[in-house]
């Protein structure tokens, strides 16, 4: 048990569905992270929250929306996805805010596998 | 030219044996370095900090060579339980708080 906890573990949803991941750290960190995992991919950083404010997006397309409502909480809102969306959505958190040292040590909930029919 | 490089394997070796595997990175502003572990259908976990000097933690060394703009990761005595990826992680330094993953290395311990 990391300390990250992710809900739901899979998923399966239409293309015009809408459905939310939901990601609570209980580490007292204070940043957050949404990654994808695709098969024969390295992970790809979605969306990064350093105390509750976003800093970077990497141009990920709007029909996901992050939302981060506290340092605990992080959700990842779905919308009218496309089949080459389905993959592995993992949340990590960090005790740093910035990229030096040893602070952005990441911890990984089990993540949410995605299916998109 | 990608950013975190690795030999995806798999390397396949038997139980006992010693196995080494590197990654490259481009950034050579990189300031810090991680290797993490990753079990099949599981999420990534911290396996060590790569330091400056290099680094042992029982039967996993690590080393950084920054001319190279390479890290390692030494297995001794390896076990059927190492069977899994090992990705190598890059902390670029950019704005973005995050981290930059390789692809993995997919490693099989053999009985």
């Known amino acids: 048990e990391t300390g990250v906890t992710q809900t739901p573990r899979h998923l399966v949803m239409g293309m015009t569905n809408k459905k939310s991941l939901k990601c609570e750290q209980h580490?007292?960190?204070?940043?957050m992270y949404w990654y994808k995992q695709s098969a024969k991919k390295p992970l790809e950083l979605m969306f990064v929250?350093?105390?509750?404010?976003?800093?970077e997006n990497n141009s990920v397309p709007s029909r996901f929306s992050p939302e981060c409502p506290n340092s605990s909480h992080l959700f990842l809102h779905l919308h009218t996805l496309q089949p080459e969306d389905s993959a592995l959505y993992l949340c990590?958190?960090?005790?740093?805010?910035?990229?030096?040292?040893?602070?952005?040590?990441?911890?990984f909930g089990a993540g949410t596998r995605l299916s998109v029919l | 030219r990608k950013e975190v490089e690795q030999d995806p394997g798999p390397f396949n070796v038997p139980e006992g044996a010693t196995v080494a595997f590197n990654c490259t990175y481009s950034?050579?502003?990189?300031?810090?370095f991680f290797w993490y572990r990753q079990d099949c259908r599981k999420e990534p976990k911290l396996l060590m900090s790569?330091?400056?000097s290099g680094n042992e933690d029982g039967r996993f060394t690590a080393q950084l060579n920054r001319a190279s703009q390479y890290i390692s990761l030494l297995i001794r005595d390896s076990k059927l339980s190492d069977s899994a990826t090992y990705l190598c992680?890059?902390?670029?330094?950019?704005?973005?708080?995050?981290?930059?993953f390789g692809k993995g290395t997919h490693l099989i311990i053999q009985p």
């Open positions: 790569v330091y400056s």
């Open positions: 950034n050579s502003a990189s300031q810090s």
């Open positions: 580490l007292g960190h204070n940043a």
């Open positions: 990590a958190s960090s005790q740093g805010t910035s990229g030096r040292a040893w602070g952005n040590i990441q911890y």
């Open positions: 929250y350093s105390l509750e404010e976003r800093v």
């Open positions: 992680v890059v902390d670029s330094g950019g704005g973005a708080d995050g981290l930059t």
